[in-house]
C-alpha cells in the first residue's frame, strides 16, 4: 500500500517501515506531539500529510526508542473498533 512492509494490529493498520523510516499511526493528537521531537516527520505518502501518521528517521528509532514508539502506536490502534476482514479467508482445505 505504501510501498513498504506494514504491521496490522486487530485489523488496522499500526506501523511499518517505508524506504529506511519507521511509519507510525499515532492518532492526531500523538502524532502532532511527536511532530516536536528530532528525527519525526508528517507522513506524506501522496504529498499531503496523513493525519494520525508520522514518519521516524533511523536515528530517532533505536534502541529503547524503537520500543516506545511501536508501544505508542500499539496502543493508539488498541483504542479503535477492531476491523472485519475485507473478505473471507480461503478454505485451504
Known amino acids: 500500500m505504501f510501498g513498504g ?9 499500526c506501523c511499518g517501515i517505508v524506504d529506511d523510516r519507521l511509519m507510525l499511526r ?16 508528517p507522513m506524506d505518502f501522496t504529498g499531503r500529510p496523513m493525519t494520525g501518521m508520522v514518519y521516524v528517521a533511523p536515528e530517532g528509532a533505536r534502541g529503547e526508542a524503537l520500543r ?3 508501544e ?7 483504542t ?10 480461503p478454505d485451504l482445505g
Do not use: I, Y
Not at 512492509?5 to 493498520?13: I, K, P, R, T
Not at 505508542?72 to 488498541?78: E, H, I, L, S, Y
Open 72 to 78: 505508542q502506536a500499539a496502543g493508539f490502534v488498541r
Open 68 to 70: 516506545r514508539w511501536l
Open 26 to 41: 499515532l492518532g492526531a493528537d500523538l502524532a502532532e506531539q511527536a511532530l516536536e521531537r528530532t528525527h519525526v516527520h
Open 80 to 89: 479503535l473498533p477492531p476491523t472485519r476482514a475485507s473478505r473471507a479467508a
Open 5 to 13: 512492509l506494514a504491521f496490522v494490529l486487530d485489523g488496522s493498520m
